[in-house]
């Protein structure tokens, strides 16, 4: 599927853009330049099962108490201006967890589409699905082609959601579209880093800037395994069902202070070579 290019206009959220605060944030807040945030955060949404486990709940508990800390992480980063969110929802290891729970899951999605709607609207945002979607039950594909044309038009921020995600199968899946593209053509020309990209799942946006983890694990999970090359990764003990606007805040902080290197070279020195953060697309 392709998609337009993104202008490169730049556009920053203003202190008061997040509503109501906590003490808390409000210190956060302080400290974070607004003008210099992430063009694009992706979250491996992990710990649901031990959340619920702590609790001596059902793993499908902790699912559901996730959904909060999603909402609160979507309107957050649309609010902040940031340019994309990609959430790890459902990877293509996860077909391997009992039948019930998948089951749960799955009727999980279709029922936070429905109900969320509103909100993605109210906020301007624009969906996309990362992942081999003709491979989900019907009734999600529907669910899920209906929340694209929804929001095809809006002009915020692009949520992308991976569903039946792995960063392994979507190198293949290029690699094939371009095969397919070039079949009869006779060409021998060798693949390049930019021709893959442009048949990525995420082709037209920016790689994230910042993975965030929860729960703790030092790993990425198959997760955009092309696009995460350069980007900083922030692990955090809390499980998902707690992480909070506060604890997205602390991320956003510390991606601040650290200090990007593309090859060698300062962002700043870079910058010249890099496109502005944008809003718009």
């Known amino acids: 599927m392709a998609h337009s290019p993104t202008p490169k206009t730049l556009q920053v959220a203003t202190p008061g853009s997040l509503g109501p605060v906590t003490p808390e944030e409000v210190s956060l807040l302080e400290k974070l330049d607004l003008a210099r945030l992430p063009r694009h955060v992706a979250v491996i949404m992990d710990g649901n099962g031990r959340w619920a486990q702590k609790r001596r709940l059902p793993r499908i508990a902790g699912h559901r108490s996730g959904t909060q800390s999603a909402r609160t992480t979507i309107e957050?980063?649309?609010?902040?201006?940031?340019?994309?969110?990609?959430?790890?929802a459902f990877s293509v290891e996860n077909w391997r967890r009992p039948k019930t729970e998948i089951d749960f899951l799955m009727a999980l999605l279709r029922e936070y589409?429905?109900?969320?709607?509103?909100?993605?609207?109210?906020?301007?945002?624009?969906?996309?699905?990362?992942?081999?979607?003709?491979?989900?039950?019907?009734?999600?594909?529907?669910?899920?082609?209906?929340?694209?044309?929804?929001?095809?038009?809006?002009?915020?921020?692009?949520?992308?959601?991976?569903?039946?995600?792995?960063?392994?199968?979507?190198?293949?899946?290029?690699m094939n579209a371009i095969l397919s593209e070039r079949n009869g053509h006779?060409?021998?020309?060798?693949?390049?880093?930019?021709?893959?990209?442009?048949?990525?799942?995420?082709?037209g946006l920016p790689d994230p800037d910042l993975l965030i983890r929860t729960s703790g694990e030092m790993r990425v999970s198959?997760?955009?395994?092309?696009?995460?090359?350069?980007?900083?990764?922030?692990?955090?003990?809390?499980?998902?069902?707690?992480?909070?606007?506060?604890?997205?805040?602390?991320?956003?902080?510390?991606?601040?202070?650290?200090?990007?290197?593309?090859?060698?070279?300062?962002?700043?020195?870079?910058?010249?070579?890099?496109?502005?953060?944008?809003?718009?697309?």
């Open 222 to 281: 198959n997760f955009l395994l092309w696009q995460i090359a350069y980007a900083e990764i922030f692990v955090t003990e809390t499980l998902w069902p707690d992480f909070s606007r506060a604890r997205l805040l602390e991320a956003l902080l510390e991606f601040q202070k650290r200090e990007r290197r593309y090859g060698g070279i300062r962002e700043g020195q870079a910058s010249s070579e890099k496109p502005a953060r944008a809003a718009g697309h």
């Open 113 to 174: 589409l429905r109900k969320e709607m509103p909100l993605i609207q109210k906020n301007n945002i624009r969906m996309r699905f990362l992942g081999r979607m003709d491979e989900l039950p019907a009734g999600v594909q529907n669910d899920v082609r209906d929340a694209m044309e929804k929001t095809a038009g809006n002009q915020g921020m692009v949520l992308c959601v991976a569903l039946n995600y792995g960063g392994r199968a979507e190198i293949v899946d290029a």
């Open 76 to 88: 957050t980063c649309a609010r902040l201006k940031i340019e994309a969110l990609t959430l790890y």
């Open 186 to 203: 006779g060409t021998s020309n060798k693949i390049t880093e930019e021709q893959l990209s442009r048949h990525l799942y995420t082709e």
